[in-house]
């Protein structure tokens, strides 16, 4: 029988109390040219040591389903990642440094940092529709992950007990729409799911790279339909910018009224 973790329920991603780290998955590609990925970020204060912890999708139950212990469940090899750190994984790539370098040309990306692992598969594990990723520590505890379906999926940690991880929530409002990850933000499904910067970390929002600039995103310099912004460094939109300029403006003019 499983035992059940008893959950924060924050839609898209649940940390699981003191084991938490400040890591979260700022973007997925699941339809787009170049392979599918993902990117995990550490926007705490803290470096993160990754070697030992696992990756999984929505694996079907015949494979484990979502669960550490899951035959889809993929360990990385040794990497720190620093605070403000970005790495990235590509998952049609086998988990290799030849998979790697090669989504890495396909972006014309330079001096990027990818994790590799090994499916034991002589293939990579694509994302597809309605899907998911979820990460474990070495200790095989769930620390984070992203939701793109519309269902809540059950997470299972190496002790068997549960979480639940629920469909992510988008800018502006709403959950995921589901299909393609870009989809599921509101865009195409060639386009990236990324992570809005002026949200939390631990409550974090998501939207489609529906345009060049967005949060960092460009086109991949083989097809124009696909957007993204792998291992661009988050930052908050200009909009958000100026909307915390103005709170700041507000407080000071407040400030400056109290002491008269």
Same mark, same amino acid.
Not at 114 to 119: M, R
Not at 158 to 182: K, M, Q, Y
Not at 235 to 241: I, K, L, N, R
């Given at each position: ?6 959950t ?17 998955i ?23 040591? !990754? ?25 990385f ?15 049609d ?8 370098t ?11 940092n ?6 034991g ?10 899907d998911?990723?979820? !990460? ?11 939701n793109y ?7 299972t ?26 989809e599921?933000g ?11 910067p ?6 974090? !929002? ?28 988050p ?7 100026l ?13 400056r009224?109290?002491?008269?």
């Open positions: 029988m499983k035992k059940i973790l008893t924060l329920a924050l839609v898209g991603v649940i940390t699981t109390g003191a084991q938490a780290q400040s890591i979260l700022s973007e997925i590609n699941s339809n787009g040219t170049g392979g599918d990925f993902f990117e995990i970020y550490n926007y705490g204060a803290t470096a993160v040591e !990754l070697g030992g912890w696992k990756w999984v999708d929505n694996a079907s139950a015949l494979n484990g389903g979502p669960s550490f212990n899951g035959a889809r469940a993929f360990a090899d040794a990497f720190t990642l620093n605070p403000g750190g970005i790495a990235l994984v590509p998952t790539a086998g988990g290799n440094a030849a998979g790697n090669a989504f890495a040309t396909s972006w014309g990306l330079i001096g990027a990818f994790l590799t692992f090994n499916t598969l002589g293939t990579g594990n694509g994302l597809g529709k309605n998911l990723v979820a !990460l474990f520590d070495s200790a095989g505890v769930f620390q984070t992950g992203l379906g519309t269902s809540t999926v059950t997470i940690n190496g002790d068997n007990s549960i979480v639940s991880l629920s469909p992510f929530n988008r800018v502006g409002g709403g959950t995921s729409a589901g299909g393609h990850a870009g599921a509101g865009g195409a499904a060639t386009q990236s799911l990324i992570w809005d002026a949200s939390p970390g631990n409550a974090p !929002l998501y939207t489609a790279a529906s345009s060049v600039g967005l949060y960092g995103s460009f086109e991949n310099p083989n097809n124009a339909l696909t957007i993204g912004a792998p291992s661009v460094v930052e908050p939109s200009t909009y958000a910018m909307a915390l300029a103005g709170i700041g403006l507000a407080a000071y003019r407040l400030r009224r109290a002491r008269r």
